[in-house]
Nanobody
């Protein structure tokens, strides 16, 4: 079974930066496509970013493009999400997700990802 654990959330002021990390275990890391989603209270779970098995392709949601950067370190079995110029609208629980390389489905949809972390809270104050 694949275990996914994200960390790095916290409370920051608008305009500041935060870096989230996610570690996956239980399967060869390069067999996994990785993604970030977020969910605010009363809102649907929204796509944030996805990164291919090699790190060669990265996708971003419209609301974060230009501010957030996803990367992966296959030697450490981790992915990161660097969040810059944070806005109060970015406040949410952020989830790291993992999906088997080569499976079907859109990288933008949570259904593609079989394994999920517990979530880490990001709160951006004004």
């Amino acid at each position: 079974q694949v275990q996914v654990v994200e960390s790095g959330g916290g409370l920051v002021q608008a305009g500041e930066s935060l870096r989230l990390s996610c570690a996956a275990s239980g399967r060869t890391f390069t067999d996994l496509e990785m993604a970030w989603f977020r969910q605010a209270p009363g809102r649907e779970r929204d796509f944030v970013a996805a990164i291919s098995w090699s790190g060669g392709s990265v996708l971003y949601g419209d609301d974060v493009k230009g501010r957030f950067t996803a990367s992966r370190d296959n030697a450490k079995n981790t992915v990161s999400l660097q969040m810059n110029s944070l806005k109060t609208e970015d406040t949410a629980v952020y989830y790291c997700a993992a999906g088997q390389r080569g499976n079907s489905g859109s990288f933008y949809r949570p259904e593609k990802y079989e394994f999920w972390g517990q979530g880490t809270q990001v709160t951006v104050s004004s």
